[in-house]
């Protein structure tokens, strides 16, 4: 049984070196593209801005930013960090989410190679993006990724090497992991509702792992929960311990989910793997 979906598979592996070169190049400077539309995103949608008017701005002076200015990372880099016009502090965050982005894209293409599933991974793993720093930054998860996460991910369930391998066997995978997701977070809200008496997870979480799962399975549901889980449970701590937040402070699990979730679209499926180690 095939453990990692993917590899520089087939077409890549034959191509001349400079054709990947180019290929991996032009997806990560593409993904620093769209982190800079990322950075619009996180910035206007909690303030139920337009994402295309006004064009970008600075935030301080509202002088509009020239397209030389606007450049992804390298305008941050020659502007020595201050907006040209007022000289106010421009925000690490800019430049860091257009890497993270690029990086997100470069590693889905030297993956998945040219396979038709890759434009949807890149959607996907924009949308994991934007929704760890709106979740951060404002606690909301907007449905209009979570929504779409889910169209999108049962849409292309076809062409996705993740759900298995016929297109029937897909769709039904995909159909199930949103079911899957949506239906242990409603599952564990209820019993959080009842031993606690409170609101134990938000709708949000459910909406997204139910997107999350539509794209990857409802094997790796289980694992991107479990990977969530721990990676909260290691943040919450530190950031309790070194007093960033109170006790019983509230800490987003959105970007806990996301991040699991773009690792599983590298990692072996963890059923297959205890199939194995069984039998
Ligand atoms: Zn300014």
């Known amino acids: 049984m095939e453990l990692f979906n993917g590899g520089l598979l087939d077409v890549l592996k034959e191509a001349p070196v400079f054709f990947t070169i180019i ?13 800079s539309f990322t950075n619009v995103c996180m910035y206007r949608i909690p303030l139920d801005q337009s994402i295309c008017h006004p064009r970008s701005h600075c935030t301080s002076c509202n002088t509009l930013i020239s397209w030389y200015d606007n450049v992804p990372i390298f305008s941050y880099i020659v502007l020595g ?21 690029g990086t997100a894209f470069f590693l889905i293409a030297y993956y998945y190679s040219l396979q038709m599933i890759v434009p949807f991974f890149l959607y996907y793993s924009f949308v994991m993006i934007c929704i760890s720093g709106i979740d951060i930054s404002s606690q909301i998860i907007p449905d209009v ?26 769709i039904f995978n995909s159909l199930l992991g949103m079911g899957a997701g949506g239906g242990i977070l409603l599952l564990l809200g209820i019993l959080g509702t009842w031993m606690f008496k409170k609101d ?7 909406k997204l792992l139910a997107g999350i799962g539509a794209f990857i ?3 790796k549901v289980f694992s991107t929960l479990f990977i969530a889980s721990v990676l ?7 950031l309790i311990l070194s007093k ?29 793997i205890l199939s194995q180690l069984w039998f």
């Open 23 to 35: 290929y991996l190049l032009a997806v990560f400077i593409f993904g620093c593209l769209i982190g």
């Open 145 to 170: 990724f979570s929504l779409s996460l889910i169209a999108v991910g049962i849409g292309s369930s076809i062409f996705n090497p993740l759900l298995g391998n016929g297109p029937g066997e897909r």
């Open 81 to 101: 960090r201050k907006c040209r016009h007022c000289g106010s502090p421009i925000s690490w965050r800019y430049p860091f989410v257009e890497f993270l982005t």
């Open 200 to 206: 134990a997870m938000g709708g949000g979480d459910l």
């Open 232 to 238: 909260g449970t290691i943040i919450g701590v530190y």
């Open 217 to 219: 399975g409802w094997h």
């Open 244 to 272: 960033k937040i109170e006790r019983r402070g509230y800490i987003p699990f959105g970007p806990f989910l996301a991040l699991a979730g773009y690792i599983n679209l590298f990692i072996p499926d963890p059923l297959i």
